[in-house]
């Protein structure tokens, strides 16, 4: 099955590709000039989980797989971005691919590294990026109701309700207003995956300098301000001082935040973050002594389609999910005593996995 992706947007010079690398360690070009990046990078986050570490030393396998989420580095964004400026075309397709995006803001003034817009200002940024998103959602919007009512006496009651729904869509961008708060969970979900931008789970971070971390900038704290209004997440990470920490072994990365009194890396918080963005809890399996894995699912997913994100064969032979909470094993001390203690129960195809399951699927094919 196909990663979940991620898409890291923002204007140009904002360190978009620094915070790539730092979550992905995938080297991606980093330069202070606009649009270093040309092609989309992508690359691949694991997830730090503390029960999997746990389960890893209890079962001592000879291979430890956690989650990962996929992420997306695209060109920077700038003014006139839906009428093709700048990579705009590119950037704008190549997002609506995603199943969320991370805006990054500038919140450092390192007159080193120019911007587009000639002074910082992260509202002003955002305001920018987010205007794009909406003028060209609406573009896209006003193509496929013209398409759809050429076609409106041929289409069937399901495409109704998508053509009903489409004209609400564009009354909403229409005003200029982001559609968070117009539409159910259930119907941003259905406009997510016609690739609408501005319906997509979005979260903040703000790219800060080193001591803005623990003491915040008037920058940062006005765009605080501004994300607590608009009822988005907003995290702050200094992505230089994350990529030089991504270099670093664990053990040196461990010494280093215990110097600094921090509890962990700003990219750790940023892939949780993610993950919750992108509505995913996650259930282990364990192979014998052989592997310990991690496997994200949306929330709500069922035993049957758990075994299918493991095989195939899983899905189609499905005979009954064995499950035990993590918690629950590791206090046992084994998945042998675990089944004398009656914590391991039998659920079948319907059961609704829940967030640090241990699942031994049975299957017959």
């Not at 989309?40 to 956690?66: C, F, H, M, Y």
């Not at 691919?97 to 003034?109: H, M, P, Q, S």
């Not at 109701?145 to 009903?164: D, P, Y």
Request: glycine share 6%; net charge negative.
């Amino acid at each position: 099955m196909a990663h979940l992706s991620v898409g890291i947007i923002g204007l140009p010079n904002v360190g978009k590709s620094t915070l790539f690398n730092a979550v992905t360690r995938a080297g991606a070009r980093v330069a202070s000039f606009p649009f270093c990046t040309v092609s989309p990078n992508v690359g691949i986050a694991p997830v730090s989980d503390p029960r999997l570490e746990e389960l890893s030393q209890l079962i001592n396998p000879q291979k430890t797989s956690p989650a990962t989420i996929e992420f997306v580095d695209v060109a920077g964004l700038v003014r006139g971005a839906h009428q093709g400026e700048g990579l705009g075309n590119e950037f704008l397709s190549r997002i609506r691919g995603v199943d969320a995006i991370v805006e990054v803001i500038r919140c450092f003034k390192g007159r080193q590294v120019a911007h587009p817009e000639g002074n910082v200002d992260p509202i002003r940024d955002v305001e920018i990026i987010e205007v794009e998103l909406l003028l060209s959602d609406l573009k896209m919007v006003e193509r496929r109701l013209t398409k759809m009512n050429k076609l409106v006496k041929f289409i069937s009651r399901e495409e109704e309700e998508k053509l009903a729904l489409l004209e609400k869509a564009k009354d909403v961008l229409e005003k200029g207003d982001f559609p968070h708060e117009a539409f159910s969970k259930e119907e941003r979900e259905k406009l997510s995956k016609e690739g609408f931008l501005t319906f997509k789970p979005l979260l903040y971070v703000a790219n800060v300098e080193e001591e803005n971390i623990k003491s915040p900038s008037p920058l940062l704290c006005s765009l605080k301000d501004y994300a607590l209004k608009r009822k988005i997440r907003l995290i702050e990470i200094c992505a230089q001082w994350e990529m030089e920490l991504a270099e670093l072994s664990q053990e040196e990365a461990r010494e280093f935040l215990e110097d600094l009194r921090m509890e962990e890396k700003g990219t750790d918080k940023l892939i949780r973050e993610a993950y919750r963005l992108l509505d995913l809890i996650t259930f282990f399996t364990i192979t014998g002594g052989k592997e310990v894995r991690a496997w994200p699912v949306k929330e709500g997913t069922t035993a049957v389609k758990a075994a299918g994100k493991v095989h195939s064969d899983m899905e189609r032979g499905f005979i009954c999910a064995e499950v035990v909470p993590a918690r629950s094993l590791l206090k046992a001390g084994s998945l042998r005593q675990a089944r004398e203690e009656g914590m391991v129960r039998v659920e079948g195809r319907n059961y609704i996995v829940r967030d640090g399951d241990v699942i031994h699927f049975k299957f017959n094919v």
